[in-house]
């Protein structure tokens, strides 16, 4: 073997294993460029086409997509009952209540216009105070109903287990975690004794006290009022809880999820803010 | 501090110590006046499962009923664990033992179950030993309602099961 043999050999055996590596990335390379290339080519002459066909297809989505949408939201529905009740029952029992709320309205107005010309000792002192301080006299009707209702305590119960999901008080008061669950105890107790299971227990009344429960239906929402609990009243307090609801609770899909002080801090903000006019 | 609160049912016979393990675990009291529980009663307690965590035990204890099947369905919804107590002095109170564990394990399979043979301080260690077979289910559990014995580490053991 020559010298020029030798070094032949020595510069196959250095430089073959990095030169078909050299080719083979050429080679990737130029696939990419054309791939690029071809694509560019190919979307100028192709978009304009999607284009128009995505423009036909959205306006034929009502004609095409309509049936199906519909047949597919109806069996959603069907299969997933009490997400969509949780979802429309703080707005269908808002919409109910305000209906029924103008309507009692007009007869309590029909009724008051047949019971003006009555003279009660009452009505004198009303009518007097309203002449003088310039306020009207409904409105002194509604002060004097106010003063005497007060919210003390706010619990939002998990139904089934009757576990504290959040609450807001006025004042320290006893194991809220217990009366939760005695509460709750309570709750299927009474539904279970009448056999009715689509009917649920609304207000517990012991002397001086009320609790207001407004069941949804994964939780409930007991509210104890001290003082007087009139519908008045009462629909106040539904309105606040639907709001509650509606713009709070209903954002999350886990109520466990949510941390106990921002859920006290949200019943705060709507009770406490609301309770000049309850 | 991490904080999570759990429900606990105690199920079981009339008169086997459901209230009564309750009292001990929670006051650390133990009275031998026999006080019928009716309806719900429902008691809680914190317990340490880890440095820095915290479980509230929320420990409803149910009346008791002869048959399981009679208990109020709708009290043991959403239940995190269960507690299943007989007497082992009252054969009447583990002739069924296995059916009502069979029956639970059934209906709420992914509910831990902890099986207890209360009134232990009535009889003897060996006579436990000797006998294991008479209560046709192994009990997790004997326990002393009145002296106290394992009720602590009862309790303590499902709250660190439940949030595992």
Known sequence: MTEADKLALLKDLLLTDERAYAESIHSKIKALEEVINEQKRLSQKVDPIIDERLDEFIEEIPETLGPTITEALAEQIKNSKDQVVEALYPIMGKMIKKYISQEINLLTERINQQLEDSFSANSWKRKFRSWFGGVKEEELLLSELAKISKVEQVLVIEKNSGMLIGQYAKAETIDKDMVSGMLTAIKSFVEDAFNEQSQNLELIEYELYHIHIQSFVSFYIAVAISGEYNLTFKNKIQDIIFNFTDNFLNLFDDLSQIKEEVITNELEFYFSTNEKSL | ?164
Do not use: C
């Open chain 2, 1 to 164: 501090m991490k904080k999570a609160s759990k429900k606990i049912i105690l199920l079981g016979h009339f008169g086997v110590g459901k209230s009564s393990l309750i009292r001990q675990f929670v006051e650390n009291t133990f009275t031998s006046d026999y006080k019928v529980t009716i309806g719900v009663h429902i008691l809680k307690k914190e317990v340490e499962v880890a440095p820095d965590e915290n479980v509230s035990l929320i420990i409803w204890d149910l009346e008791g009923y002869d048959d399981i099947k009679k208990t109020r369905a709708s009290y043991l919804l959403g239940t995190h664990g269960f507690i299943y107590v007989f007497d082992v002095t009252r054969p009447a109170t583990f002739e069924n033992l296995k059916n009502d564990i069979d029956y639970l394990t059934n209906q709420y399979a992914k509910t831990p179950l902890k099986i207890v043979g209360n009134k232990a301080d009535l009889v003897t260690k060996t006579y436990l030993k000797e006998n294991a077979n008479m209560f046709g289910v192994q009990p997790n559990f004997f326990t002393s309602a009145k002296t106290g014995t394992k009720v602590d580490e009862l309790f303590t053991t499902l709250a660190k099961e439940l949030v595992k």
